[in-house]
């Protein structure tokens, strides 16, 4: 039987079978890691896209035969430690994601990987502490302790101290804390004037999934957003009491635990599209776990179903709204020459770069889009022995806006924006819904 050389199809990522408990079974595992890993090496189409790749073919042609089978199994987990589930190889470089025979999904392979580490105790109590957003951001942002670790993390001295106790990176970028959460500060509904108007997917009502980034250390961004969706006649409310998404856990392998998460949300969720809103985030990371990691890991569940056919990047949403002639563009001031940097969990959600679109709308703005990692994802630029690789991976990203003398830059994931801003001197991030705020003069 002859086998195709690639495919042209769209990628068809298939469900997470995470529950089989042969899942987590150590050999099986080893065998479809060697087989995948084979694949790869006579392929190698991604070796661009992060460090599992240049690692891998690393250990291959390192190795006595040159080939998967002279490379020590124990050393496999070296590219699972690379990985951070950008998905961006299955969704826009590989060739053999299905439909291809050859059924390669290497994120889940990874996220395999990553479980069954996670379930057999390999996994750092660093990592376990800073992947728990919840209780970690809520002790953090509270009078007293948020000015502290802010102070802190000014501190180079303490910073070392860090480095070394902990395993946090002494140069990495952290995000502020504010005092008081958005979510305490801010009235939950946001009314406009008019009624709702409704579209074919859309029904001009907005939940805001604040997320726990949204909530702690950027509501700046959640506070513009919610300006320019009131500024454009749709009915805003902020979502209390939601929990983390689940992204950091995730990618840590504890599932488990993004099953404890996802279950405190959906009820939340479900009540709000009962009321009549569709559900936005601030961060693609938590957009992109309600529309295809929770997809996948619960290919039968109507509630994640209904969720998913609700849920909305907030630049998709308003691009969908202005189809409909229901978004204004009328604008008090242009942006000049912006460098958009688009995040890689927002490209790979397959609905195109509709911030570009929006952002293209503004007169007397020039828009250079950057389809390249950030290398941030997550916690992955924090962490001592990763930061360094992280900034090689920011680099292409960092020379593009430099090269572009932009007179803003930013990214709609505000972690990107702030590790492409520290390779800048001097330069500051701004979020793309904020650029929109400006332009709008409200």
Not at 228 to 236: M, S, T, Y
Request: hydrophobic share 35%; proline share 6%.
């Amino acid at each position: 039987m002859s086998v195709r050389e690639g495919s042209l199809e769209a990628p068809e990522r298939q469900p997470l079978d995470w529950k089989n408990p042969e899942f987590y079974n150590r050999d099986s595992l080893h065998k479809e890691m060697e087989r995948v890993y084979d694949i790869c090496h006579g392929c190698r189409r991604c070796v661009s896209l992060c460090d599992s790749f240049p690692t891998l073919f690393d250990l291959i042609d390192e190795s006595d035969t040159l080939e998967v089978d002279g490379v020590d199994k124990a050393d496999y987990n070296k590219v699972v430690d690379q990985c951070f589930l950008c998905d961006l190889c299955a969704e826009t470089k590989c060739p053999y994601v299905p439909p291809h025979e050859w059924a390669v999904d290497f994120p889940h392979l990874m996220l395999r990987a990553k479980a069954q580490n996670f379930k057999n105790g390999d996994t750092k109590w660093r990592d376990r502490i800073i992947t728990s957003t919840d209780p970690i951001f809520d002790a953090i942002s509270t009078p007293g302790i948020a000015g502290m670790a802010n102070a802190a993390a000014a501190s180079p001295t303490l910073r070392k101290m860090g480095e070394s106790m902990v395993g946090i990176h002494k140069d990495a970028p952290l995000p502020h804390f504010e005092t008081t959460p958005l979510t305490k500060r801010l009235p939950a509904d946001h009314a406009v004037a008019a009624a709702p108007v409704a579209t074919e997917r859309t029904t001009g009502k907005v939940a805001i999934y604040v997320t726990c980034y949204g909530d702690h250390n950027e509501p700046r961004v959640v506070e513009d957003m919610i300006a320019v969706l009131n500024h454009n006649g749709i009915e805003v409310k902020l979502l209390q009491d939601a929990k983390c998404c689940g992204m950091p856990k995730l990618e840590l392998g504890d599932l488990k635990k993004v099953e404890q998460l996802k279950d405190g949300n959906v009820p939340l969720f479900l009540q709000a599209i009962e009321d009549g809103y569709d559900l936005i985030a601030p961060i693609p990371s938590c957009v992109l776990m309600y529309k295809q990691e929770l997809p996948l890991m619960y290919p039968e569940d109507s509630d994640i179903a209904k969720i998913k056919a609700h849920f909305f990047d907030p630049f998709e949403y308003l691009m969908l709204r202005h189809k409909a002639e229901l978004v204004t563009t009328t604008f008090s001031t242009g942006l000049g020459k912006v460098a958009y940097h688009v995040a890689c969990h927002q490209r790979v959600q397959n609905f195109g770069m509709k911030t570009r679109d929006f952002l293209n709308l503004i007169p007397d703005s020039e828009i250079t889009a950057i389809e390249r990692c950030s290398g941030h994802d997550g916690t992955y630029a924090v962490k001592a022995e990763t930061y360094e690789k992280a900034k090689k991976i920011a680099r292409p990203v960092v020379r593009r806006v430099t090269e572009s003398e932009a007179d803003t830059f930013g990214s709609d994931c505000p972690m990107a924006g702030r590790l492409i801003a520290d390779g800048i001197e001097g330069g500051t991030a701004q979020h793309p819904i904020s650029m929109v705020r400006q332009a709008y003069g409200i």
